[in-house]
């Protein structure tokens, strides 16, 4: 490892001379030094299950151990071993659909396409399929859209995305995946399909989507050597154009579901006339990738046991298809911005020479680009150097090409950290703003969202659409997000990241001095449906 890392920092001062020449800030040539190494292509995207990976996440304990911090992960390690379990398409799968005895195969790529499925080497499927809408049963709001459905033996379809019309974060995580394909798998269901909804086609067009169809798929593996409970095993995604053909014959049109879910009406839903059939093969192979922790301890015997967690992801996706001849995912802004806040925050501390009461943990986590993975097994699986978590705080690809004059806080106003959130915000000379994309689903992609399923008040921050913010992000999600140019090349504000990291230490330092531990609004949905503290 120490060998690799030496390797990678060499080519990192090689690929870019006169780094330390910028007329920077002190702290802003720190974060600018942390993002350069992390982002560099000798890392080649950070992968999670890679050598590269690794060689930034002994870079980030190396710099933690620098903060001051203390090692959390098991036996006085920097590391907490995540055990993967990674799946990859073994050549191309086969679907086709059978209506009152005639066969119609599905192209691959056309009418249907895969998305990460996981945990399976061998799947031969084969039932007449019933649409369930988007598949959601919440005990919340006594939504049940299986009722009056018999679904067991048979093959669920259900729309991609989550349903519209309540809340925006509470249907985002209405439509989580894997929730769904459980309530599939407790009704007996063979295998879920999920349909192309307006939402996604709006957002990721089926064409995208198939361009991934043999990605990497990856979970993590239990005590028991076993991937976490996924429910009914996902069968592919079918775009506008399989959806067509998988209704036809059915007394349920196609157009009709398009024309409810593009209005949020409630959709119809019942058995369809199609047989559907699918042959898949993968290949399985098992990986560790670890979460680097550290610990600042708290100053109060009385709340030492009691732990904020700074949470950012340290991964990205790797090599992929070249563009323009590059297929170094670099990831600069997505997120070798927020591991170096989260470090500059722990250096923030150390210089104060001051502790805080609760202690910290500070969380470089893996394989979020595969879907929260990392993060959902150390908030599943606590530390136990750190087995109290009383708040998260979330450091996650916040767009610093520009001279920021808002933000948005995902998850404050559910819970007391959203006055703190507030407060130290307008202290360093900013406000805080409403999601201003409330479409994209942003509250369930990513980290934070792990701790929110544990029942821990959680916030996330991100750069908003106030200013030139709006131009800003638009340019960076159309020309550079999971794209190679997302690189320290990019235009970065050095000043504006270190407004950034104020924020959030001073949300930080306010969440470990209080008197009373976060807790969340009463009533609030997502507290109550995960007994957290104070919402009932």
Known sequence: MRSTFKLAAAALLAATPGLAADPLAPEEAALKAHVAFLASDALRGREAGTADYDVAAEYVAAEMMKAGLVPAGPNGSWFQQVPLL???????????????????????NTDFTLRRTTGIEQLDVSGPVVFAGYGVVDPASGRDDYRGLDVRGKIVAVLQSGPRGGNSEVDAHLGNRV???????????????????????????????????????VTWLGADGKPRGEGAPGLGVIGYAGAAKLFAGSRLRWADVLAADTAGRAVPTGPLAATLSTTQRFTTERLRSANVVGRLPGSDARLDAEHIVLSGHLDHIGVTRPVEGDGINNGAMDNAIGIAAMIEVARAFQKSGERPKRSLLFAAVTAEEKGLVGSDYLASNPLASARTVVANVNLDMPLLTYKFTDLTAYGADRSTIGPVAAAAARAEGYSLAPDPSP?????????????VRQGVPSVFLVTGYGGAGRTAWERFLKSHYHQPSDEIGLPIDWTAARGFVRVNYQIARALANGADRPRWVKGDYFGTAFKGPMAR
């Open 439 to 451: 479409a994209e689903a942003i509250f369930t992609r990513s980290d934070h969202y792990s701790w």
């Open 179 to 217: 929730d769904r394909a459980k309530v599939a798998a407790a009704r007996g269901a063979r295998g879920v399909v999920l349909i192309e909804s307006s939402q996604i086609h709006a957002r990721l067009p089926f064409a995208r989507q198939a361009q991934d169809w043999d990605a990497r798929a």
């Open 86 to 108: 990674v799946s990859r398409p073994a050549g191309q799968p086969t679907m086709s659909l059978t209506v009152a005895g005639r066969t119609t195969p599905l192209v691959l």
